[in-house]
């Protein structure tokens, strides 16, 4: 018995010796079944645990984390960010990815509704040529309230649309514009199929629907269903089962945008690119972008922990959909951060380049993340159940760029519009501040109710500042400006000499070089009124000064025109600049 008893000792310690630890026989495992999950399908979805929420900051740039429950996380990787992910030494588990559970999908070619026999039931996923019909289609079928055009490709050359829907849509109109977008992440289903019945809804119920008539009356929506489609239809165009995160490059498209910890120092994908040039084309003023995998409400900021200068107006907005959607279904959005009371960088985790962060801070556009399901490949059968949730919240959301503080900036002097900064005073910072159309003049920015300083700003104009506007929740406040324009209030009797002086303008401020004659110098900064907006001092005989764009008071001045000059110098050395941020 006890030779019995050695021998099994004796061969237990020659395993661990030869093997390993019960945990090194794990990883081996989970690091085969990875292997295969990324050879067939270029991706990985898998969990790990960590020993402190602090520690995602450093791990959030290697992986695509997906959700945080307690201390569990749920992420995924291509082959390069997996082995990134491993010189962290935190074991992990392969999991089934989500487009590869439950029942296969029944997909359908929406032949009658597309030949317009039928009214369609959304309740089956489309093939991609069906999706292609459905959306092109709705130009035919809505010529009045549709505009579909091809904004651009993905890496397979999969087509990405993007849908006008206003009322006299062939016409660029002075309204507000609204950006929504959905299934950035491929495999979050729910997203397209509620943009593309929100097309159909709209237009369908003009004539009935007040609110319907309302939205495409006085808003200009522009709708990209299906922001992925490689990722979405990565199993062939027949099928979304097998549907991934990613796109074909394996890139997270919702982590490859710019943002303000890294600019635009980021290679961007063939699908972003197409988002982001579509940005810049418009002055939208508020956004959307569907997800799935949980349900909350999400608004800036997710690259940093740190809030929002308007976060009392995002939690606003948050309450106001949760309570919308709740009137359908009480138990809807019942988590515990389902009431939106806190951002995605607070709550969750960092995550640089995401739809929420790019929008808001490089184009003034306030876009929420709608996680509206814990699944991501949703049941056939619980999609016009989501529809009825989502509706109405959603159409909350369009309607809300009507109200906050807005107007028309013209100058005074030819009542032409005026392109313009609004910028709320003792409030704006990180480009939560807005501009006005250059077509028209009109401006819109959402506030959170309270009294407000604004000072509207623009090139050649004299800057003004309009105190004391009250602002409601729900309700517009119209406030129309003029600004006097192509007026300079300083008199240059001297020539301009550059020679002298050289300077550099940047995003963050003016650097300032001076000739050795005018070493130790003071510097002073007009604007074109004549009113002096800084000084600087070269006290240590450098030779070399920087303005931030700040006036003696230390707050940042407008865009504009300014004149920068040196002070006691026989040849009235000055320069002139513009300032357009």
């Not at 490689?230 to 997270?252: E, H, I, M």
């Not at 909350?396 to 005026?418: A, H, Q």
């Not at 009294?451 to 517009?476: F, H, K, L, M, P």
Request: with cysteine; glycine share 6%; aromatic share 12%.
């Amino acid at each position: 018995m006890k030779a019995g008893i050695s021998f099994f000792l004796y061969t237990l310690l020659f395993l661990s010796i030869s093997v390993g630890s019960p945990l090194d026989v794990q990883s081996s495992f989970e690091l085969q079944k990875a292997n295969e999950y990324l050879q067939n399908r270029g991706e990985l979805f898998f969990k790990f645990k960590v020993e402190s929420p602090s520690i995602l900051d450093k791990i959030t740039h290697d992986i695509s984390i997906d959700k945080v429950e307690g201390l569990e996380v749920f992420a995924y990787a291509n082959q390069d960010e997996l082995e990134a992910f491993q010189k962290h030494g935190i074991p992990f588990v392969t999991q089934t990815p989500p487009s590869l559970t439950g029942e296969k999908p029944q997909m359908s070619d929406y032949a009658d509704y597309v030949a317009g026999k039928a009214q369609a039931e959304w309740d089956k996923y489309p093939t991609y040529n069906a999706y292609l019909d459905i959306v092109k289609g709705f130009e035919t079928k809505f010529p009045q309230f549709c505009k579909v055009s091809k904004i651009g490709e993905s890496v397979k050359n999969r087509e990405i649309l993007a849908v006008k829907v206003s009322s006299n849509v062939d016409k660029d109109e002075k309204e507000p514009k609204f950006l929504a977008t959905g299934t950035i992440h491929g495999d979050e289903l729910l997203g397209y199929m509620l943009l593309m019945r929100m097309i159909d809804y709209l237009c369908s119920n003009y004539q009935q629907n007040q609110t319907a008539k309302k939205v495409l009356d006085s808003t200009e929506l522009w709708i990209i269903p299906l922001a992925n489609p490689d990722g979405t239809y990565s199993g062939g165009n027949n099928t979304v089962w097998n549907s991934r995160r990613q796109n074909a490059n394996g890139q997270d498209l919702n982590r490859n945008h710019p943002d303000p910890s890294r600019g635009w120092n980021v290679r961007l994908q063939k699908e972003t690119k197409v988002l982001c040039d579509f940005d810049a084309d418009y002055n939208f003023i508020m956004g959307l972008d569907i997800h799935g995998g949980m349900e909350n409400i999400v608004y800036p900021f997710a690259y940093a922990r740190k809030k929002p200068v308007d976060e009392q107006w995002w939690k606003y907005i948050a309450l106001n959909y949760v309570q919308e959607a709740r009137k359908v279904s009480s138990n809807y959005l019942s988590s515990p951060r389902s009431s939106g009371l806190g951002s995605a960088g607070i709550d969750y985790y960092t995550a640089q380049g995401t739809r929420i962060d790019y929008p808001y801070y490089h184009r003034h556009n306030r876009c929420v993340t709608l996680e509206l399901n814990s699944r991501k490949k949703l049941p056939e059968n619980q999609l016009n159940q989501r529809w009825n949730y989502n509706k109405n919240a959603i159409i909350g959301l369009f309607l809300e760029m009507l109200n906050g503080l807005r107007g028309t900036i013209t100058d005074k002097n030819t009542g032409r519009p005026v392109k313009a900064k609004v910028f709320v005073e003792n409030l704006d910072r990180d480009s939560s501040f807005t501009y006005s159309g250059a077509k028209y003049g009109d401006y819109y920015r959402p506030l959170y109710e309270g009294n407000y300083s604004v000072t509207y700003s623009a090139d050649s104009c004299e800057e003004q500042t309009i105190r004391n506007i009250r602002v409601r929740n729900g309700v517009a406040t119209v406030k129309d400006v003029e600004l006097n324009c192509d007026f300079v209030g300083i008199k240059n009797d001297k020539p301009i000499y550059s020679s002298a002086m050289s300077i550099t303008k940047s995003n963050t401020g003016v650097l300032i070089k001076l000739a050795k004659s005018a070493h130790n110098r003071k510097v002073l900064i007009y604007s074109l009124q004549g009113q002096l907006v800084q000084s600087l001092i070269d006290k240590n005989k450098s030779g070399t000064l920087f303005w931030d764009y700040t006036n003696q008071n230390n707050r940042p001045v407008g865009n504009g025109c300014y004149l920068i000059h040196v002070d006691n110098v026989l040849s009235g050395m000055s320069r002139r600049i513009t300032i357009s941020r």
